[in-house]
């Protein structure tokens, strides 16, 4: 096959972006101060289903604020997913508590919450769980866990905008939800973040901590110390724009999944992430594991994808097999189920730009690098648009 360059992600700014960018610049207005934050603000609330939404720098500061907000603090526990960006271990961090690591469910690879009770302690505060990939935690087991014992839930929603449980969004689910709009995340700002709520008063309280903590009557006066982790009305600009074609987005990437799981379904040893009850995921990166009978290591398969110009991704390394954290993991006991999917899971091109011939050539150089004979194009797409672009092996 003809070799192509295909990227892991790319953000898609083709509705207002230029135009409102434009406005900021035309306007002056490039700062926190001006309208597009506060309307991206409040448009992100109502996609949520929230009351209120506030936005940040980045999704790791609104983890940060989120749990410092419901008085997170040195001395406290917070439990988390071993398996996620390292973003959700570090927010915990920053406020002096400590991370307690659990492992995740086999289907949902998000947190399995028939072990979380084994890790809470007196000192436990608060449940962070991950809708990772884009796939929704069991929100229904931690709630009621976190209801038991008297704790907060954060959701790290950082991968998942639009995700639904029980045909609410994620965001709408805890007591705080964090997003990010990093550049290759569902919709995309460049950096930024939003933590959502339907607490007034959490809203106030996190809007003032990510503002330097100055006082919202008494202009310069500060009564606690807070950090600048302000999102800029260029930023916000950008934002609200792909918040208005979400739909689009979602629907995009949905698609680009239904071409890999109908090109990957029958090839043995590859398996992917399963959605569970009431749960309605979103697709922030298609992530394959490999197992029997494919003989090729995971390493090796990126290797050799990126050599076919398809760039790849390894999953993330468990939180308690990296340096800041392997102490404490290894108090944490064992954590079997990320430690499988770490090792043997890889995540393919997902972005909205990707067009069906894209997905042949990707699931053509993987099954050629596991040494599967079959093309996809050959034996699943069936009506794969060009047929110049189909590779016989
Ligand atoms: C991206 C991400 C974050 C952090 O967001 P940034 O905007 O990059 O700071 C947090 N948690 C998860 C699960 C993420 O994927």
Known sequence: MTKRFIPLATPLLTGNEKAYVVDCIESSWI????KYVEKFERAFADFCGVRH???CSSGTAALHVALLALGVGPGDEVIVPTLTFVSTANAVTYCGARPRFVDIEPDTWTLDPGRVEAKITARTKAIVPVHLYGYVANMDDITEIARRHNLFVVEDAAEAHGAEFRDRRVGSLSDVAAFSFYGNKII???????MATDSERLARYMAQLRGQGVDSKKRYWFPIVGYNYRMPNLTAAVGLAQLERIDWHLNRRREVASWYT???????????QVPKDGRGNVDWLF?????????????????????????????FHPMHTLPPYREMGQEDGEFPVAEQVARSGLSLPTWAGLQREDVVYVCDALRECIGDARSASACDLKDARSSQNRSTF
């Not at 700062?31 to 001006?34: A, P, Q």
């Not at 109908?262 to 992917?272: K, N, Q």
């Not at 594991?289 to 290797?303: F, K």
């Open 53 to 55: 939404a506030v936005s």
């Open 287 to 315: 992530t394959i594991t490999l197992s029997e009978p494919i003989r090729v290591t995971r390493d090796d398969v990126i290797d050799r994808l990126s050599q076919h110009g398809v760039e790849t991704r390894p999953v």
């Open 31 to 34: 700062s926190s101060c001006g």
């Open 188 to 194: 995309a700002c460049g950096e930024g973040g939003m």
């Open 262 to 272: 109908d090109s990957l379904r029958d090839v043995p040893g590859i398996a992917w």
